[in-house]
């Protein structure tokens, strides 16, 4: 009779050997179904038992790590013990799950399980760009924001405009944390049609003003059918400009007629303008 895989596995991991028997007597569990149950046997075993490594990467496969993804119900534990000791050779079978997985808690725990694979997760996610659905593309950019290095051949601003107003979030969100990207991605978000995606820049235009989004910004603050709040930021960011620059604007807005609505103005214009004829600083827009 065939002997007991488990007790060859046992065995095996008691001598510290890994011939072929062991290795052989690990396929004939886990094709039965008993992961599990190889996996309490090596965690028993002693931690310097060097010898050990050949038994768990015959265990520890990315192929191996592809099915407990497709489990149901998913095994985190098991998915995140795999990951742990694939290291970069889990990100593929990782970002595959991501993309196929409808469940919304599932995608989130595995950009978690992603992020913490580090810029060559980033890496992978960027050239996977070009040819996912729009759902994964902008599960991708959450993912590289989140790792925070984004990759030398990847630029977010290609995806500023995209069809999908939530891709041009995401990838905004990107450009604004890349020193090369923000001044462009600023710019390029307040010609937005999107409101999110206008307000995100106008967050980054009152962060730090780009000199090129000075013309836009003030046609945001001129434009008297937009809603008050988006114009008042706009002046905010107007604000981190130089206070001439800040009182040329004001006039320009004044002989547009804006000078009915000057309380307002008064009201929301930052600390750092002079008001044109006086003699002392605006108050601190508070809006």
Known sequence: AEADPEIILQMGVE????GPRVLNAIDRLVARGRMERVLQILR?????????????????TADRLRAALESVPLDRDLVAMFTARLGERAIEPL?????ETQDRPT?????GVLAGLGPAAAASAARRMPDSHWHLQR???????RIGTCPADFSPL???NHAEPAIRREALKLSLSSPGNRAAAI???????????????????RSQCPPGAVAALEAIAADRRRDPDVRARAFRALGRRPPVRIDRALRRLMRSRLHKAWSTV???????????????????GGV
């Open 15 to 18: 001598v510290g050997s890994c």
């Open 44 to 60: 028993a075993a002693p931690r310097r038992r060097t010898a050990l490594e050949p038994i768990w990467q015959r265990v520890v």
């Open 95 to 99: 970002l595959d799950q991501l993309g």
């Open 107 to 111: 995608r989130a725990w595995l950009l």
């Open 139 to 145: 599960n991708l950019l959450v993912l590289i924001h």
């Open 158 to 160: 290609e995806l500023q």
């Open 187 to 205: 710019v390029a978000g307040l010609r937005d049609p999107d409101g999110r995606v206008l307000m995100l820049a106008l967050a980054g235009a």
């Open 266 to 284: 008064r009201s929301i214009v930052v600390s750092s303008a002079r008001w044109p004829g006086s003699g002392a600083p605006a108050r601190a």
